[in-house]
């Protein structure tokens, strides 16, 4: 009898060593996680206190009746890839060199996105005429966005706009992304030395400059293909910035955006997207292009084909499910309903 209490106490004693082998690495790897993961909440409270641009318009935008909340409301942002950077200091002069209107379908977890070329003949509001797209900019943030919804009629809710440097920080800091590039070539780096990228074709790893160089390279092709690869390079951020690999550089990223980009985005909106970033293989991502022609007068403008216009139109107010095409945000929508029934078409 002694014996059998004896080995049922040494069973016991091994069992609890055997659980406390396993249970404390747990712990201490959950108390790091946890450390870590407040750390970065801290260090993005901070970024984004810093990085924050207030709109003369406030909290939301002139199509809508109340204020979004990207946690629970389908959202557009548009981002702004700015012509600038330190070493150019071009002041009033910048110009936006890539415009990338996104909208966010918070039940589905989709993206869908559309390139607007940069020499895009439309309607500028502040400046009352048309003009080049990227010309808004000369009146201001608040004055490109204003242009975009004038072209899609759709609300937008967000901005991101970010220079040279907070593209190059940024892909730096998630130590490179995966691009398949399509043609052999070269082009300046962001300091303006000519030639001094070099990339060749195929898949591979590029770091800042080169990714910069790729998104910025007009003498390939067209200003529509220029749009394509800057999705391209959009989305594999995205992929990269979502992986497991690279939960250990986020405090990387955070310090690249902090310095060098601005938002109207107040952190707690920022955190509520991090449904979409857990999403993984499950975020569909989609991209559009506007069509149109060359036109010369004798200034070159990309001429839009409207036809094209109020497919994507159409497309995006459906994805924000707006007016006719849904129940979500139908009362933070203005003066919507009219034209997204006028153009409720198939996009191919």
Do not use: C
Request: hydrophobic share 35%; glycine share 6%.
């Amino acid at each position: 009898m002694a014996i059998n209490q004896r080995q049922v106490i040494k069973k016991k004693r091994r069992r609890r060593r055997i659980l406390l082998w396993i249970l404390v690495p747990l712990l201490v790897l959950g108390t790091g996680i946890g450390l870590y993961a407040t750390y970065l909440v801290n260090k993005a409270a901070s970024a984004a206190q810093t990085s924050q641009e207030g709109l003369e318009r406030g909290d939301k935008s002139e199509k809508r009746e109340q204020a979004v909340n990207p946690k629970h409301d389908n959202i557009s942002i548009l981002f702004m890839g700015v012509d600038d950077s330190q070493k150019r200091e071009m002041g009033n002069a910048t110009r936006t060199d890539a415009l990338i209107l996104a909208t966010l379908n918070e039940k589905e977890k989709s993206i869908k996105m559309v390139s607007i070329p940069r020499d895009s003949l439309v309607y500028i509001p502040s400046m009352d005429k048309e003009d080049k797209i990227n010309h808004a900019y000369y009146r201001g943030t608040e004055s490109t966005i204003q242009t975009v919804e004038e072209l899609f009629d759709i609300p937008v809710d967000y901005f991101v706009k970010m220079n040279f440097e907070a593209f190059i920080d940024v892909v730096e800091a998630l130590d490179g992304i995966y691009v398949d590039v399509p043609i052999t070539f070269s082009e300046m780096d962001s300091r303006d030395r000519k030639n001094a990228i070099q990339l060749e074709e195929g898949f591979q790893l590029l770091n800042g400059e080169e990714a910069l160089a790729l998104a910025r390279t007009r003498k390939l092709d067209s200003d529509i293909e220029r749009g394509k690869r800057q999705q391209i390079i959009m989305k594999s951020i995205i992929s990269r910035a979502a992986s497991l690999q690279s939960l250990s550089k986020y405090g990387n990223v955070i310090d690249a955006l902090g310095d060098n980009i601005t938002t109207n985005f107040k952190f707690g909106e920022l955190i509520a997207l991090h449904d979409y970033a857990i999403s993984g293989e499950r975020l569909g991502i989609e991209s559009f292009h506007l069509k149109g022609s060359d036109l010369w007068t004798p200034t070159y403008y990309y001429q839009l084909d409207q036809e094209s216009v109020q497919e994507i139109s159409a497309t995006l107010q459906e994805h924000l499910r707006l007016g006719v095409y849904g129940e979500r945000n139908d009362s933070s929508l203005v003066n919507n309903t009219d034209v997204a029934a006028d153009t409720e078409t198939e996009t191919p």
